[in-house]
């Protein structure tokens, strides 16, 4: 067989990677030697010096500098508070007719400004017009059946019954003659006794008839019974009772403005049949609004309804006085409602003018709220995250050390509590107290346990060494 010789060069390569990590390292030491030496001479070559002073100004070179200062107990404070509402008019009325009937003018149109009691709609009054004709026809028979029976029997009328009386006395008497004359024949054989019997008969039927001709001609003099009289003025006055219904109904088919307002919505035209209670027209009132704001309960009871509160929208201050707050509490957002008039817009000389509110929109009340407050004020510069969404401080701690026992300062992570937030400025609480150190600028570029040089918010400034 055959060997195939290696080449030299693979030998050579072989070599190299076997003597690799010794070389390596070999280098690396020279290479460090050469630095520290270049490092320590001067543009000379010779060895620089090591003076006191130099390793002073590199140690305080490696300090970082932050803004501190000495913290101090909140004490109470009145803090500004805004407080969101609507605007809303005082009266908004949504305008329709009590009964059934086709429109037949509309006076009005959505955003005309009207007058109180200014008509604005109009119904057809045909059919209420005919119904008031007849009712008076009616009540004018009824009126003269009443004076008839006021005034009684006419004088004519109580001479015929007078008449009659005469005859029929005149009848009796011939009746009376009669039957006197055949009771004196009844011994005798010349009468029978039927004959007797029709006498008397007729006798009593003729003084029947007087006697029920006396009586008429006695209620003839007496007049119309009272009672006849009540009955036709009852009558009179149901008549009159119909038509003052019917002249509401006239009254009710023109719709008037009850206040003086503007026409914010129209919901019908001419020729629609309305409804009874059906809206036609939705008016609000003009310039008279109130603002519904929600408020905390401690906040609404301290409110003073003798006092005036300014009220904003949009930049505009607006004054206005406390009118009610509302003895419940509001089932979405658990605050009482704060009920406010806002005061008209007047000119230079006291004139009314148009408001630039309009219903709907948000106002706000700024409100100064007194705290009781527990903890620290700090900037908000002085925050940073800690874990689990929490926040943390730095805390400036002064030690002794080295040779010549100089003060150094330090600075430790401590986690708080924010309890409120103001503007640029948060109130904490947490493990700390009174008088210590706090850093309040620069905590981005700091490390717990790092050496730190300081100014204090005063513009003192106290490095470290």
């Not at 401690?298 to 406390?322: E, F, I, M, Q």
């Not at 806002?342 to 006291?350: A, Q, Y």
Request: with cysteine; net charge neutral; aromatic share 4%.
């Amino acid at each position: 067989m055959k060997i195939l010789k290696t080449p030299r060069i693979i030998h050579l390569s072989i070599y190299i990677m076997k003597k690799a990590p010794y070389l390596l390292s070999t280098g690396l030491i020279f290479f460090s030697l050469s630095c520290v030496n270049s490092g320590n001479a001067d543009e000379t070559g010779r060895p620089a010096a090591k003076t006191s002073s130099n390793a002073a100004d590199k140690s305080l070179s490696r300090l970082s500098h932050v803004s501190t200062t000495i913290i101090t107990s909140a004490e109470d404070s009145q803090v500004a508070r805004n407080y969101s509402g609507t605007v809303v008019a005082k009266r908004t009325s949504e305008l329709g007719f009590k009964r059934v009937g086709r429109i037949v003018r509309l006076q009005v149109d959505q955003g005309d400004l009207v007058e109180e009691n200014e008509l604005i709609c109009e119904l057809e009054t045909a059919q209420i017009e005919a119904q008031i004709a007849i009712l008076r026809a009616q009540r004018v028979a009824a009126m003269a059946r009443l004076d008839e029976l006021k005034a009684g029997p006419r004088k004519q009328t109580i001479e015929v019954a007078k008449a009659q009386l005469i005859e029929f006395l005149a009848v009796r008497d011939q009746s009376k003659s009669t039957f006197e004359r055949r009771n004196r024949l009844a011994n005798s054989d010349a009468i029978s006794t039927q004959d007797i019997d029709d006498s008397r008969h007729q006798l009593a039927a003729a003084d029947a008839r007087v006697a029920a001709q006396r009586e008429i001609i006695s209620e003839l003099e007496e007049g119309t019974r009272k009672e006849q009289i009540a009955a036709q003025v009852a009558e009179v006055a149901r008549l009159d009772a119909s038509l003052d219904a019917l002249t509401v109904e006239i009254d009710e088919s023109q719709l008037r403005a009850p206040f003086k307002g503007y026409i914010a919505k129209r919901f019908l035209d001419e020729g629609a049949i309305v409804q009874p209670g059906q809206a036609i027209y939705r008016l609000i009132e003009a310039n008279v609004l109130e603002a519904f704001i929600g408020l905390p309960i401690d906040a609404a009871s301290n409110l003073d309804a003798t006092r005036k509160y300014t009220l904003s929208v949009g930049g505009d201050s607006h004054s206005a006085t406390l009118k009610a707050v509302l003895p419940e509490l509001d089932a979405g957002t658990r605050t009482r409602t704060a009920i406010f008039t806002i005061d008209p817009e007047v000119d230079s000389d006291g004139s009314a003018i148009a408001t630039k509110l309009a219903p709907g929109q948000i106002i706000q009340l700024r409100l100064e709220q007194k705290i009781n407050q527990e903890g620290f004020w700090l900037p908000i510069s002085a925050l940073t995250k800690s874990i689990n969404g929490l926040w943390s401080i730095y805390v400036v701690q002064t030690e002794k050390g080295g040779s010549q026992s100089k003060l150094s300062y330090t600075v430790q992570r401590t986690d708080v509590e924010i309890v409120q937030i103001d503007t640029a400025r948060v109130l904490v609480r947490g493990a700390i107290k009174e008088g210590e150190r706090v850093v309040i600028d620069g905590v981005q570029k700091i490390t717990p346990g790092q050496q730190v040089s300081f100014a204090d918010t005063f513009g003192g400034t106290d490095l470290a060494n």
